[in-house]
């Protein structure tokens, strides 16, 4: 899943869309990750409105002419490949070829799974396109070889770097070499402090007790929940109070400023991952027309609000110097006590931190639930656990609860940890992880791959293989994260692949896994969460992060034991 550190609803800031009206763009956030290329979308499809609609017969010409189009570019990629290797090769091997870009647009509602299909005919394999072959891995052997072995010969490139900078700037998630390893420096304290982690925690209950309320609410008056974006308003709040220390409330829809900043930044990322299928882009940001123009403008909000922040940070820092009283418990605040702190690195630094922070723990949380409605027994065989390791039978007021889910009980909850693993195994919020081969190579398997290349490890997809799981791969059973003592058992990451390995390696691991458990402990022991419609059919939508298509729709119940007060 994705680095706190490092799948939309039909629902945005707490409304439905109406027929006619357009979602807004999803958040791209993860390190290292490129977007399908070449995938033939128009910017509006791409952002997930179709825009006014064409007539029928002009609508079918357009499609017409687009899979002609696709077929004759899919044809010459091919030749020209295929004589280009044939001359240069030599005594080389190169990975098979599993189809082409085209085989992707056409998938493209189910791109995933088809990547898995030909995952299952051939550990790596390439995809061709027009300007390099693209290398997609299931092979954990490539994989530690990608993320640890050779390590410093798969980068982000100049390439990721020049799509993502305007956005997010000399972040950790855009830059490689020196930048890359102060800044992972600096990250890899902060996040190691026992100060974050008790701030943190104290800050994760806040809010679920906040999300419980309103989940009882629903409860009550048996209304059907979208549990996917309430996940998602949570945890952006936690991300701002504890990243930043701004209670940006966007639970409660009571700071305006702050919500239009959410959706600026929405946008504004949107807009940035649509570079990658864009191929005017370049001239379009010169003269700040079209979707570049759009960019600009959502940038200016998502600066302005970002700089604001920073200033106002920095003069209660100066005004507090002489009083030792006042905690700076935030990220923000520590890097503003670094000397000649600029404001542009610092807002490098929490543009980074919001993007990866802001979706994947919501999107992990929202399969788990689903995962949980699909199977009672492991929903109840969680909720015991809970309750057996809190000890809290006796206890009715969800305050009083909260301080029983304690650093010392969430550890003791393996049965918990191992069904959040299970979901991230066959659900992981990145689905795929690219990274730039640097130069000429030779990977374990024995093929080559050519410097340029875009060299992808699929973590959905190995969730989902026999030759790593076994025949029970694509079974939810959290008991295969259970030695025989009953304890949670870990799994090699080059294996199970969620959180990175090597020295990219997530360094928000614990802290999502924290969020998750004090979150899945709170709304579990007070409540029983059902779909809304039996036998309903959820799908993930095709972006980056692995958001739940439309959200999720559950009705929940109180437990007869538990009074929410």
């Known amino acids: 899943m994705a680095c706190p550190l490092q799948m939309k609803s039909s629902y945005y800031c707490g409304r439905p869309f109406t027929k006619n009206e357009s979602q807004p763009p999803r958040n791209p956030g993860i390190e290292g990750v490129l977007p399908y290329p070449s995938q033939g979308w128009s910017e509006a499809e791409f952002r997930g409105y179709s825009g006014p609609s064409l007539t029928s017969k002009a609508s079918s010409r357009a ?64 995809l061709i396109s027009p300007f390099r072959s693209e290398v997609y891995t299931s092979d954990p052997a490539n994989v530690e070889y990608m993320l640890k072995t050779n390590f410093e010969n798969y980068g982000k490139g100049w390439y990721n770097y020049s799509i993502l900078k305007d956005l997010l700037g000399d972040g950790i998630f855009t830059v490689d070499g020196e930048k890359w390893r102060e800044q992972r420096k600096v990250s890899s304290y902060e996040f190691s402090t026992r100060v974050l982690r008790d701030f943190s925690s104290v800050i994760f209950r806040n809010n679920v007790i906040k999300l419980s309320k309103m989940v009882s609410e629903a409860a009550i008056s048996n209304k059907p929940i979208d549990v996917q974006d309430l996940f998602m308003k949570a945890t952006l709040d936690s991300i701002f109070r504890v990243a930043f220390g701004v209670d ?57 609000f970002v700089y604001k922040l920073i200033s106002s940070k920095s003069e209660k820092l100066h005004e507090s110097q002489d009083d030792p009283c006042l905690k700076k418990e935030d990220i923000l605040s520590r890097f503003l006590q670094l000397s000649e702190t600029d404001p542009k690195y610092l807002r490098d630094i929490i543009l980074n931190f919001i993007i990866a922070g802001k979706d994947t723990t919501a999107t992990t949380l929202s399969w788990f639930i689903y995962m949980l409605c699909k199977h009672p027994l492991v929903q109840e065989k969680v909720a015991k656990e809970i309750k057996d390791v809190t000890d809290s039978k006796d206890v009715v007021n969800i305050s009083d609860f909260a301080t029983s889910v304690s650093e010392e009980n969430l550890e003791k909850m393996h049965y918990l940890h191992a069904a959040l693993t299970e979901t991230l195994r066959l659900y992981p919020a990145v689905p795929v992880d690219a990274k730039v081969c640097l130069s000429d190579d030779t990977m374990p398997d024995g093929y080559s791959v050519k410097k340029g290349d875009m060299v992808a490890y699929q973590a959905y997809a190995m969730g989902r293989m026999r030759f790593i799981w076994g025949d029970d791969a694509e079974d939810f059973r959290p008991e295969r994260w259970i030695d025989e003592n009953g304890c949670f058992q870990q799994e090699s990451p080059f294996k199970f692949t969620a959180f ?66």
């Open 248 to 304: 940006l409330d966007t639970m409660c829809g009571s700071n305006e400023e702050g919500a239009k900043f959410s959706n600026a930044f929405d946008d504004a990322s949107a807009l940035t991952l649509w570079r990658y299928v864009d191929i005017l882009w370049k001239i379009k940001r010169t003269f700040g027309i079209g979707s570049e123009g759009k960019l600009k403008k959502n940038l200016r909000v998502v600066d302005e």
């Open 500 to 565: 990175q390995a090597g020295p990219r390696i997530c360094l928000g691991k614990e802290f999502a896994y924290r969020q998750m458990k004090i979150f899945s402990a709170l709304l579990l022991r007070f409540f029983v969460f059902k779909l809304s419609h039996e036998g309903q059919t959820v799908k993930y939508r095709t972006m980056i992060n692995l958001h739940i298509d439309g959200g999720l729709s559950v009705r929940a119940f109180n437990r007869s034991d538990m009074k929410l007060t």
């Open 63 to 126: 499609s017409m002419a687009m899979i002609i189009l696709c077929i004759i570019f899919s044809i010459i990629s091919i030749q020209l490949l295929a004589r280009k290797l044939h001359q240069k090769q030599g005594k080389k091997t190169y990975h098979p070829i599993g189809g082409t870009v085209f085989h992707q647009l056409v998938n493209f509602n189910r791109l995933h799974d088809y990547m898995t299909d030909l995952a299952g005919k051939h550990k790596t394999y390439r």
